[in-house]
Nanobody, 117 residues
Framework: QVQLVESGGGLVQSGGSLRLSCAAS????????MNWYRQAPGKERDLVAG???????NYTDSVKGRFTISRDNAKNTAYLQMNSLKPEDTAVYYC???????????WGQGTQVTVSS
């Protein structure tokens, strides 16, 4: 079955780091744009970072210089390295894979990231 499984979330203090992983099964990531979204309670789900099939990255302004998105197609996995975490980064983080050509995609179940002050 098609599946995206996120891991690596948890509780961290302000200034700390976490690395989120998104492992795909049932399909291969090489033809997909990979994205990380996050959603805090009562807020819209917002795009945090994206990486194209060719490795071009983009970030929302609030995480530039702190977060790094990457992919390892051989492992069929995408990552989000989060450094210098702030309490405002607290949210459920979701992995998304979108086919570069046909625009359909898949979502992970989400993983909670909580940053304490």
């Amino acid at each position: 079955q098609v599946q995206l499984v996120e891991s690596g979330g948890g509780l961290v203090q302000s200034g700390g780091s976490l690395r989120l992983s998104c492992a795909a099964s049932g399909f291969t990531l090489s033809s997909y744009i990979m994205n990380w979204y996050r959603q805090a309670p009562g807020k819209e789900r917002d795009l945090v970072a994206g990486i194209s099939a060719g490795g071009v990255t983009n970030y929302t302004d609030s995480v530039k210089g702190r977060f790094t998105i990457s992919r390892d197609n051989a492992k069929n996995t995408a990552y989000l390295q989060m450094n210098s975490l702030k309490p405002e980064d607290t949210a459920v983080y979701y992995c998304n894979a979108r086919h570069w050509r046909f625009s359909y995609g898949f979502w992970g179940q989400g993983t909670q990231v909580t940053v304490s002050s």
